[in-house]
């Protein structure tokens, strides 16, 4: 029987991609043959919104910057817990000047905890927040230095995972976290080097583990209040798996996004702490 699950509210910081654009790329998804329709993107990423407010969830707003066409992935700027802010520092020139702009709105909302970090680490794309540990990716992006810096400022333990298959060049793309405060995942094993399948075997042996059709499809990209699963509507392989282990999976449409490299999760950092959740 599947356990019985409850909704806790969240609260996640959001960006508009109103001035989205696929020009200059780095990220393996893009193809630069396929622009992007900014309108699309909007309109999806508003629909997103909704679903999360439709399920009691707070949607706060980093307003866009025209010079910064990524910065609807705001995921990727920070990791939030506990009140306090560890800050990006992005791999790539393009996006350096997202992490500045993150931090100085969480300033100005109340979290007196700040960090600057010293080594690269790409935001809760490649550190994943449980009532246990941190989760923590590398391999592509994130310099595996910065989970000792996390460790330090969190105080929090810290599991490094290795990835390695360039599709999955962020964590947030590999495992999700399904319940965090039951430290319940998903993830797709042949993202992670054979040791880091080890770990998460031991860590999690009741994780739901995912296929690669619904991996591509950005299915592992979702977020989760501890029953609704927000994911991708294309990874529907998942919906099954999930309503048997007594989830609710509910599909969007960020297609347009998909282009760009994220979906659910890369477009919502969650705010843990200071008027969040603990």
């Not at 599947?2 to 969240?10: D, E, L, S, V, W």
């Not at 629909?47 to 866009?64: D, I, K, N």
């Not at 910064?68 to 800050?87: C, E, I, K, S």
Request: with cysteine; charged share 20%.
């Amino acid at each position: 029987m599947a356990p019985a699950r409850r909704a806790t509210p969240r609260r996640y910081l959001m960006c508009p991609p109103a001035h989205f654009d696929l020009a200059g790329s780095t990220d393996p998804w893009t193809d630069q043959d396929k622009p992007a329709d900014a309108a699309l993107a909007l309109a999806q990423w508003e629909a997103l919104c909704e679903v999360y407010r439709s399920l009691g969830h707070t949607v706060e707003q980093l307003p866009p910057d025209p010079t910064l066409p990524d910065m609807v992935f705001t995921a990727n700027g920070a990791t939030v817990a506990d009140g306090r802010v560890f800050g990006a520092r992005f791999a790539h020139p393009r996006r350096e000047p997202e992490a500045e702009v993150h931090l100085e709105w969480l300033a100005a909302h109340g979290f007196a905890h700040l960090h600057v970090p010293v080594h690269i680490n790409e935001g809760e794309s490649d550190l994943q927040v449980t009532a246990s540990w941190l989760l923590a990716g590398h391999g592509f992006r994130t310099n595996p230095l910065a989970h000792g810096e996390a460790q330090e400022f969190f105080g929090r333990p810290v599991i490094g995972l290795q990835l390695v298959d360039p599709r999955f060049h962020h964590l947030g793309l590999a495992l999700a976290v399904l319940d965090d405060a039951a430290d319940e995942v998903a993830y797709y094993p042949p993202a992670f080097s054979a040791g880091s399948r080890e770990v998460l075997r031991r860590l999690f042996p009741d994780a739901l583990t995912v296929g690669e059709e619904d991996a591509v499809a950005f299915g592992l990209n979702a977020v989760s209040d501890g029953l609704h699963v927000v994911l991708p509507q294309t990874a529907a392989g998942l919906y099954g798996p999930l309503r048997e282990r007594g989830f609710e999976p509910v599909g969007v449409d960020l297609g347009e996004l998909h282009k760009g490299g994220g979906s659910v999760k890369c477009c919502s950092l969650e705010l843990r702490g200071q008027g969040g959740r603990p």
